[in-house]
Structures are given as C-alpha cells and as structure tokens.
C-alpha cells in the first residue's frame, strides 16, 4: 500500500513538473496608465490553411485594411478577404487594448461563440492559437467552472496589451510569439530596442529563461503625429512599416523610419465607415491646403511644412500646419553587442530540453520504486 501511494505521489508531482514545464508562462502586459486606451497588436499562429477574412472574423477586426495596414510588410494592400494564409504563418492582429489594475487588456474584443464541443482549453490553446491561456479567459469571463461551458455563448478573450511609454517614447506594445532559437538580444535587434527593455517589460530576470512560443511584450517605436488629445483617435500609435485608415477611414497615414519616424498622412480616397458621415468631411489646412500637402515655400527637404492630420470629432476632421523634419535622424550609435538579429543560438528559447531531463527523472524513478 505504502508503495503504491509513494508512486501515485511520485507520479502526480512529475506529471505536474511535466505539464508545468511545457506550459507557456501566462502573457501579462504591464501597464499603469489607468483607463487609457490605444491600440494593440498581437501575433496570430496559423495552425492550419486560412484566409484573411476567416482571422478578421476570429479577432472581430472592423475593417479588413486594418488587418492589411498592420501586415503591411508580408501582405499586399490590395489582398481581398479571400487571400489565403497558409499554415504555420505569423499575421499580427490589431485590436484595441485599454489599462486597467495594472495589466492591459483587449477592450472587450473578441468575442467568440463557443461552438458544440469547445473545451476552454482548446478555445485558448488551438482557436486562439496559444496568445491566452484557459485560465485567462475564465478569468475574465469570470466561469465558475471551466467544465461546464455552454455552447452558443460568446465569450471575451482577453488579448494582453498595454498603453505605456517606454523610455518616454510613444510605443505599440506588440504580442510577438517567440520563434524556436531566438533569443532576447536577437528579438531588441530586430525590432530597434534594448535587451534590458524587453526583460524588465516582461518581468525576466535571466535571458536564457525565454521560452519559444512564449508571447512577449515587444515595443515597437511609432511615429509622433499633430493628433490632438481630444481627438476620437488619440493616441494615434502607428508603428515602423505600418500603415493605419482612421478618421472612419477617411484618412490613411503610415510610418516609416525613413521619414525620420513622422506619421505621413493623406486622404484615404475611400468612402467613410462606421461613422454618420455619408461624404469624407472637409480635410484642409487653410487655403486650398489639404492633409498631406506641403507649403510651396520649403526648399530645404529637411525642414518643410506640413498640412497634418490633427484628429477628428463627430463632425470633423482637423489639419494643421506642422514644422516637421522627415530628414532621417543620424544613425544611433552601435550598441556594444556582438553578433547579428537572432543571435548565436547558444542560450535559444527552447523547452525541450527541460521536457528531455523530466521524462528521464521519471524513468529513473519508476525503476527505482520497482
Ligand atoms: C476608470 O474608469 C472607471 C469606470 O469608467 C471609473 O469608475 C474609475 O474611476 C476610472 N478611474 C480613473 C483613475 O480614472
Ligand atoms: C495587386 O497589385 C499587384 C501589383 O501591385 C498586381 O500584380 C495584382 O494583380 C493585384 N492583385 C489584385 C487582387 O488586385
Ligand atoms: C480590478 O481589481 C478589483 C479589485 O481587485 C476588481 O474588483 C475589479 O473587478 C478589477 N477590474 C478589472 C477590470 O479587472
Ligand atoms: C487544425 O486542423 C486540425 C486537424 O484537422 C484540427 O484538429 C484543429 O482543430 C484545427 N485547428 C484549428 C484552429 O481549427
Ligand atoms: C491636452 O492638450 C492640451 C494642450 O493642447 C493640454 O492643455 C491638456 O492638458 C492636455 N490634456 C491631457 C489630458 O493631456
Ligand atoms: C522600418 O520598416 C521598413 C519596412 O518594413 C524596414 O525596411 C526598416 O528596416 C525598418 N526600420 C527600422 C529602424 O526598424
Ligand atoms: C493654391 O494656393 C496657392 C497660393 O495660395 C496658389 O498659388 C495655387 O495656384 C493654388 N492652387 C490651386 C489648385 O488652387
Ligand atoms: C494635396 O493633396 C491632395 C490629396 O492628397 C493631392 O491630390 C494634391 O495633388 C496635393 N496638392 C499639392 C499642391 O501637392
Ligand atoms: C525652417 O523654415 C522656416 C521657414 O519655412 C524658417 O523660418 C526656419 O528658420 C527654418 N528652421 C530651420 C531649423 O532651418
Ligand atoms: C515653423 O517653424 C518656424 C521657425 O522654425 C516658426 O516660426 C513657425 O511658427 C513654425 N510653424 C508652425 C506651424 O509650427
């Protein structure tokens, strides 16, 4: 009796060290901003052969061009709905994200119908693809018991986010899925920020402790824009190689570092949605001046006048002459570190490992006890 309680024990605590090994740390994003809102951005895993429409749906995006907007360095900007996503791909996710207790949360979006047959985990690990735990979502639902679950019922899945500075920039705090081998130092290089960043924004004290598959909060540098405090859009974070349609996409602006990280608005051309507007409201400066147009009088490139977008209200859409350098900035200092974007693979993201060394105890164990 005493040895076969010893195994049920001896048992019961591996399979946990197991399930607690292979188990992804749960994504908490910090953020102390109380009630701010912004936009967030989170990868999406591809299991299997999609389309954009059917991750538009999933992630209830309003509009398909911000899907596209967001993904603008892998998908074209005209892809139509219909354009397949094979398996095993990487679409980042734009949803809103608001701060509240310290943690940023996706307000309220997405909202899933639990299908015949659903368990919670399986929503959280293989729908979702991983970006949240059970636990999180029965959190947030606040389900008493995660076995019972009705179909036809809509839940939230609480998409982790934030609105905070980093370092007293302006950032979009971006869920990235570590790939398998990178590493932190890899992950600051590609994406233009600091290994002590990422870790001190996660919460890691140790680089070697990132997990592959683990979602981390990355920021990513967005442009400055004129956009006022009150408008219904701010803060207009917009990232490197992204675009955006706000405005009830009457307006379009995009981001790219070579213009010296200031936010390029225009007229989107496109009829408005969402809003009560049947016609694009006026979008001028002064003048026959429109957003995105430049004062004749600016022979030096690196410093011109701007018509820029300004925010907008239930009624209108404001501009304003802006100073602005799109001269990109000198390149900043290389930083001490050596080797390239994905680093040398020695300390990688990886939990086989660990999962290797568990099952061996166990099978040592299990002769032992024998
Ligand atoms: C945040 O919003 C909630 C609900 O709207 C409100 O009760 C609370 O006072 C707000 N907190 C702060 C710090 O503004
Ligand atoms: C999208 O534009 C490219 C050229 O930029 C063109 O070759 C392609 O046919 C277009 N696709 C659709 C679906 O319009
Ligand atoms: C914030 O925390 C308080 C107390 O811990 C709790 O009552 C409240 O529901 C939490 N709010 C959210 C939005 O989670
Ligand atoms: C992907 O396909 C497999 C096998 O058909 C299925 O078990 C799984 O649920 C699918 N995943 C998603 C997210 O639909
Ligand atoms: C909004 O901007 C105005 C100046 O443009 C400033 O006076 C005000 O304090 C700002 N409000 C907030 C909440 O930041
Ligand atoms: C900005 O984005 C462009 C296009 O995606 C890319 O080529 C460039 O390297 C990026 N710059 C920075 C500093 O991340
Ligand atoms: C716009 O205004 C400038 C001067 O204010 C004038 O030279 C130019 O002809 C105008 N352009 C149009 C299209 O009206
Ligand atoms: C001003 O911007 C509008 C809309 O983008 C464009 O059609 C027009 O050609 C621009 N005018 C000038 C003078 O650049
Ligand atoms: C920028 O241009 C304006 C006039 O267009 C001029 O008054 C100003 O001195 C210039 N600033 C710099 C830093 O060159
Ligand atoms: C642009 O800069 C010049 C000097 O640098 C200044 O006189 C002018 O008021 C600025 N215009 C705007 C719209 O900020």
Not at 25 to 36: G, I, L, R, V
Not at 216 to 239: E, F, G
Not at 286 to 296: A, D, E, K, M, V
Not at 320 to 332: D, G, H, Q, V
């Amino acid at each position: 009796m005493g040895k076969s309680a010893l195994w049920l024990t001896t048992f019961t605590l591996i399979l946990t060290g197991f399930l607690a090994a292979r188990a992804q740390p749960e994504a908490n994003f910090k953020c102390s901003s109380t009630n701010a809102t912004c936009p967030g951005l989170i990868d999406y895993f591809s299991q299997n052969a999609t389309t954009l429409k059917d991750i538009q749906k999933l992630f209830n995006v309003k509009h398909l061009p911000d899907l596209l907007g967001a993904n603008a360095n892998t998908i074209p900007e005209n892809a139509s709905g219909s354009y397949s996503v094979g398996p095993n791909k990487v679409v980042r996710i734009p949803f809103p994200c608001k701060c509240s207790n310290g943690t940023g949360l996706s307000n309220h979006v997405p909202l899933y119908k639990i299908k015949p047959g659903d368990g919670l985990d399986y929503i959280a690990r293989t729908v979702f693809a991983g970006v949240v735990t059970y636990q999180q979502i029965q959190k947030a639902n606040k389900i008493a018991d995660p076995n019972k679950i009705v179909a036809g019922d809509s839940i939230w899945i609480p998409l982790p986010c934030s609105c905070d500075a980093v370092g007293g920039s302006s950032v979009v705090h971006y869920g990235y899925i570590v790939p398998t081998g990178s590493t932190v130092e890899g992950i600051a290089q590609e994406f233009g920020t600091t290994q002590e960043t990422i870790l001190s924004l996660n919460g890691l004290d140790d680089p070697k402790k990132l997990q592959a598959q683990q979602v981390i909060d990355v920021p990513l540098k967005a442009c400055s824009t004129s956009v006022r405090n009150n408008s219904m859009d701010y803060p207009l974070l917009v990232s490197n190689g992204t675009y955006v349609y706000t405005a009830n996409e009457c307006v379009k602006c995009k981001c790219d570092s070579s213009n010296n990280y200031v936010l390029q608005c225009q007229p989107s051309l496109l009829k408005p949605t969402g809003g009560k507007w049947s016609v694009c409201p006026s979008m001028k400066c002064q003048g026959n001046l429109t957003i995105g147009n430049l004062t004749s009088a600016s022979d030096d490139p690196c410093n011109r006048t701007f018509c820029a977008y300004a925010g907008y209200s239930s009624k209108t859409i404001s501009a304003i002459l802006a100073n602005e350098s799109t001269c990109p900035a000198p390149a900043p200092a290389p930083s001490g570190g050596s080797g390239g974007p994905g680093g040398s693979g020695g300390s990688g993201a990886s939990r086989t490992t660990f999962s290797l060394i568990i099952v061996l105890h166990f099978i040592f164990l299990a002769l032992y006890i024998l």
